[in-house]
């Protein structure tokens, strides 16, 4: 069989599978709009506390109103002591609760320095973050009011207890997550996780389907396409086929995605491409060396199912690196969507260049001629064994 009729044969092979259709272009159009959908207002606002004030007094009375106009919180229930306060926390399933002591502004007169004391969900960690920050934030900017207003009583001007009011300012500034949102953070790494588990579930798809499809016509004479070319060409052409399909998908993904949801672009297009072509094609070669072993197209689904999660906690975006076992990484290094997703973001979101992802680029390109290997062993070991069987 020539390479061009190859081609063609896996061309329709590929188009005429609704399964793999499905999953390929229905999986990743479906995922670009649904997983950054529930995450798209970034971080939480406006999130429900209950305050408790014991001391009752117009001072507590303007921390509360401060409180409750951060964009943070907003307080909506009152009560008058702690265990009602809990309560109410409970049942109504607030986000947090906010308690002023007895003898505030008393103890504030006096020069003691009282306590706020805040309480949150922590079962949401960014809801909790969000609640103590906002709640933080207030009483920070109280406590910086009344020094302000102590040193101009001593004799120092406003100005001059405006500006030195403390001895060290802080600025943070988030370098590559300006917006300090989920969807800066997560969106772009779950993008090519999802186009690693994907591909990985397309070429899977039609390995199992051509096995099924063997096992029904088992009484035919057809002999199918794939047992009648050599394994090399069968493993290029295929390999083929789909990184070009998943170009042009990471077109759609870097290109419009990104932009839809306003993330950084800071690649060019040929770093890009030079990346992701050896990105693919890894990713590509080990569906092929897996799928040769497939005798369903199910169980490719089933393996990037349970992988999934795995590989989103083991990259280094969710999870520290550092605070994960060596032999852990060691095992997940194997996985092309692990340096994938570094090199990805390392180009596209913090600004580096093409040579500084050049180790990461070795490691994948290293991982594709592995599983280029074990592709051509798995589609061989397959062909020798049904052709046997179609001759019995």
Not at 89 to 95: D, E, G, Q, R, T
Not at 115 to 137: I, K, N, P, R
Not at 241 to 265: E, K, N, Q, W
Request: some cysteine.
């Amino acid at each position: 069989m020539s390479t061009a009729e190859l081609f063609l044969r896996e061309i329709k092979a590929v188009f005429s599978n609704p399964a793999l259709l499905l999953t390929v272009f229905g999986g990743v159009l479906l995922y670009s709009v649904l997983y950054p959908l529930p995450y798209v207002s970034q971080i939480p606002r406006e999130q429900k506390v209950v305050a408790v004030n014991l001391d009752n007094s117009q001072f507590s009375r303007t921390i509360m109103r401060m409180i409750d106009a951060t964009p943070q919180v907003s307080i909506v229930e009152q009560a008058h002591t702690i265990e009602e306060g809990k309560q109410i926390l409970l049942n109504n399933k607030m986000a947090g609760m906010l308690v002023i002591p007895e003898n505030f502004y008393h103890d504030l007169l006096l020069g003691k320095s009282p306590s706020l004391s805040f309480a949150g969900d922590a079962s949401y960690f960014l809801v909790f973050s969000t609640v103590l920050e906002g709640m933080a934030g207030a009483g920070q900017t109280l406590a910086a009011k009344v020094k302000v207003q102590q040193m101009v009583m001593s004799g120092q001007a406003l100005p001059q207890a405006t500006m030195h009011y403390t001895p060290i300012k802080l600025r943070l500034h988030a370098l590559f997550n300006e917006a300090e949102g989920y969807v800066n953070y997560v969106i772009p790494a779950i993008f090519i996780l999802i186009l690693h588990q994907t591909l990985f579930m397309g070429i899977g798809i039609l390995c199992g389907t051509e096995i099924e499809e063997l096992e029904s016509s088992a009484n035919s004479d057809k002999t199918p396409y794939w047992l009648s070319t050599s394994s090399l060409k069968l493993v290029l052409v295929r390999a083929s086929i789909f990184v070009v399909i998943y170009s042009l998908l990471a077109l759609y993904y870097f290109g419009t995605c990104l932009a839809m949801y306003d993330l950084p672009r800071l690649a060019t297009l040929e770093d890009l491409s030079l990346f992701g072509l050896i990105f693919f094609f890894s990713v590509a070669f080990l569906g092929i060396a897996a799928g040769g072993f497939f005798q369903n197209r199910e169980t490719a689904t089933v393996i990037a199912l349970l992988t999934s999660l795995v590989i989103v906690f083991t990259c280094g975006f969710i999870w520290p690196e550092s605070a994960i076992p060596k032999p852990v990484v060691m095992i997940t290094d194997f996985i092309p969507a692990v340096p994938g997703i570094k090199g990805f973001i390392q180009l596209n979101q913090m600004g580096a260049a093409i040579q500084q992802v050049r180790p990461l680029m070795a490691q994948i390109a290293v991982l594709g001629g592995l599983f280029f290997i074990l592709a051509i062993f798995s589609m061989h070991r397959r062909k020798m064994r049904y052709s046997r069987q179609s001759t019995l």
